[in-house]
Protein backbone atom coordinates (compact mmCIF):
# COMPACT_ATOMS: atom_id res chain seq x y z
CA UNK A 1 0.00 0.00 0.00
CA UNK A 2 1.38 3.78 -0.87
CA UNK A 3 -0.04 6.57 0.09
CA UNK A 4 0.57 9.94 -1.50
CA UNK A 5 -0.74 12.68 0.07
CA UNK A 6 -1.28 16.91 -1.15
CA UNK A 7 -2.49 19.96 -0.25
CA UNK A 8 -0.61 21.28 2.60
CA UNK A 9 0.58 24.70 2.32
CA UNK A 10 0.60 28.34 4.07
CA UNK A 11 -2.35 30.01 5.11
CA UNK A 12 -3.48 32.87 7.50
CA UNK A 13 -5.77 32.40 10.27
CA UNK A 14 -9.24 31.75 10.11
CA UNK A 15 -8.65 30.60 5.72
CA UNK A 16 -9.19 27.35 4.90
CA UNK A 17 -7.35 24.24 3.39
CA UNK A 18 -8.15 21.10 1.81
CA UNK A 19 -6.01 17.34 2.17
CA UNK A 20 -6.02 14.91 -0.24
CA UNK A 21 -4.62 11.37 0.16
CA UNK A 22 -4.84 8.99 -2.90
CA UNK A 23 -4.10 5.19 -1.86
CA UNK A 24 -2.49 2.08 -4.33
CA UNK A 25 -1.74 -0.60 -4.27
CA UNK A 26 -3.31 -3.62 -2.32
CA UNK A 27 -6.27 -1.89 -1.04
CA UNK A 28 -9.02 -3.92 1.02
CA UNK A 29 -13.00 -2.49 0.46
CA UNK A 30 -12.78 -2.63 4.25
CA UNK A 31 -10.54 -0.25 5.54
CA UNK A 32 -10.21 2.90 7.83
CA UNK A 33 -8.36 5.96 5.79
CA UNK A 34 -7.70 9.15 8.22
CA UNK A 35 -5.14 11.76 8.84
CA UNK A 36 -3.02 12.32 11.93
CA UNK A 37 -1.13 15.51 12.48
CA UNK A 38 2.55 16.00 14.34
CA UNK A 39 3.40 19.48 15.51
CA UNK A 40 6.94 20.59 16.43
CA UNK A 41 7.94 18.95 19.32
CA UNK A 42 5.12 17.39 20.30
CA UNK A 43 3.50 13.58 19.44
CA UNK A 44 1.45 12.62 16.79
CA UNK A 45 -2.26 12.60 16.97
CA UNK A 46 -5.40 11.93 15.53
CA UNK A 47 -7.28 14.24 13.33
CA UNK A 48 -10.34 12.35 11.94
CA UNK A 49 -10.52 9.18 10.53
CA UNK A 50 -13.19 7.61 8.22
CA UNK A 51 -14.37 4.06 7.33
CA UNK A 52 -14.88 2.24 3.80
CA UNK A 53 -18.57 2.49 5.59
CA UNK A 54 -19.01 6.19 6.19
CA UNK A 55 -18.22 5.84 10.05
CA UNK A 56 -16.15 8.92 10.77
CA UNK A 57 -14.14 10.11 14.04
CA UNK A 58 -12.71 13.21 14.73
CA UNK A 59 -10.29 14.72 17.31
CA UNK A 60 -12.37 17.07 19.63
CA UNK A 61 -10.21 20.16 18.70
CA UNK A 62 -11.42 20.25 15.12
CA UNK A 63 -14.90 19.27 15.60
CA UNK A 64 -16.98 21.89 14.08
CA UNK A 65 -14.18 22.62 11.79
CA UNK A 66 -12.82 20.07 9.78
CA UNK A 67 -14.46 18.06 7.71
CA UNK A 68 -13.22 14.21 6.46
CA UNK A 69 -14.74 12.70 3.36
CA UNK A 70 -13.59 9.98 0.70
CA UNK A 71 -14.48 8.72 -2.68
CA UNK A 72 -14.05 4.84 -2.13
CA UNK A 73 -13.59 4.18 -6.34
CA UNK A 74 -10.69 6.63 -6.33
CA UNK A 75 -9.38 5.57 -3.35
CA UNK A 76 -8.96 8.65 -1.79
CA UNK A 77 -9.73 10.48 1.60
CA UNK A 78 -9.78 14.34 1.70
CA UNK A 79 -9.95 16.50 4.49
CA UNK A 80 -11.52 19.63 4.71
CA UNK A 81 -9.60 22.35 6.81
CA UNK A 82 -11.90 25.50 7.64
CA UNK A 83 -11.88 28.54 10.26
CA UNK A 84 -7.67 27.70 10.59
CA UNK A 85 -6.52 28.25 13.79
CA UNK A 86 -2.41 28.95 14.42
CA UNK A 87 -2.32 25.92 16.94
CA UNK A 88 -3.38 23.96 13.47
CA UNK A 89 0.12 24.23 12.29
CA UNK A 90 1.40 20.61 12.16
CA UNK A 91 3.07 18.09 9.45
CA UNK A 92 -0.53 16.15 8.31
CA UNK A 93 -0.18 12.27 7.81
CA UNK A 94 -2.25 10.11 6.15
CA UNK A 95 -3.34 6.39 6.97
CA UNK A 96 -4.70 3.65 6.18
CA UNK A 97 -5.35 0.45 7.99
CA UNK A 98 -7.35 -2.85 6.67
CA UNK A 99 -10.40 -3.22 9.31
CA UNK A 100 -9.45 -6.49 10.87
CA UNK A 101 -5.76 -6.30 11.14
CA UNK A 102 -2.53 -4.35 13.00
CA UNK A 103 -0.76 -3.13 10.24
CA UNK A 104 -1.23 0.83 9.53
CA UNK A 105 0.26 2.45 6.37
CA UNK A 106 1.24 5.95 6.73
CA UNK A 107 1.91 8.40 3.71
CA UNK A 108 5.16 11.03 3.70
CA UNK A 109 3.04 13.69 5.27
CA UNK A 110 2.00 17.48 4.41
CA UNK A 111 2.91 20.44 6.12
CA UNK A 112 0.40 22.40 7.05
CA UNK A 113 1.28 26.18 8.67
CA UNK A 114 -0.97 29.01 9.66
CA UNK A 115 0.22 32.02 10.04
CA UNK A 116 -1.14 34.08 12.93
Known amino acids: VQLQASGGGLVQSGGSLRLSCAAS????????MGWYRQAPGKERELVAT???????NYADSVKGRFRISRDNAQKTVYLQMNSLKFEDTAVYYC???????????WGQGTLVTVSQ
Open 95 to 105: KYRQIGTNRDY
Open 50 to 56: MSSGGWS
Open 25 to 32: GSISSNNV
